[in-house]
Nanobody, 125 residues
Framework: QVQVVESGGGLVQAGGSLRLSCAAS????????VGWFRRAPGPEREFVAGIIWSGIRTYYADSVRGRFTISRDNAKNTVYLQMNSLNPEDTAVYYCAAKQSTTYYSSSPEWYDYWGQGTQVIVSS
């Protein structure tokens, strides 16, 4: 069973950048698909980006495509989310989620088995 911990959130001005990290332990992380989700005030988790186990394929929500980049370093058991050109609408708690899969990923939060506690991102105007 893998555990994931997010870090890298903070307060940034509009137009700025942040890099979030999702560090994993307790499993063979290279066999896991990983997704980033976010939750603004409210109950819904919004898919942001996903990456398959090998890192060859990545997926993005339309709202972040071209501004955010997901990547992974399996040697370091870490997935990253580079966020550029941030705007106040990106303000949310960002969560990393993982599921053991070497063939698939999903934009649905229900598909993932393991979640971190989240890291807060605040973008000021």
């Amino acid at each position: 069973q893998v555990q994931v911990v997010e870090s890298g959130g903070g307060l940034v001005q509009a137009g700025g950048s942040l890099r979030l990290s999702c560090a994993a332990s307790g499993g063979t992380f290279s066999m896991y698909a990983v997704g980033w989700f976010r939750r603004a005030p409210g109950p819904e988790r919004e898919f942001v980006a996903g990456i398959i186990w090998s890192g060859i394929r990545t997926y993005y929500a339309d709202s972040v495509r071209g501004r955010f980049t997901i990547s992974r370093d399996n040697a370091k058991n870490t997935v990253y989310l580079q966020m550029n050109s941030l705007n106040p609408e990106d303000t949310a708690v960002y969560y990393c989620a993982a599921k053991q899969s070497t063939t698939y990923y999903s934009s649905s939060p229900e598909w993932y088995d393991y979640w971190g506690q989240g890291t807060q991102v605040i973008v000021s105007s």
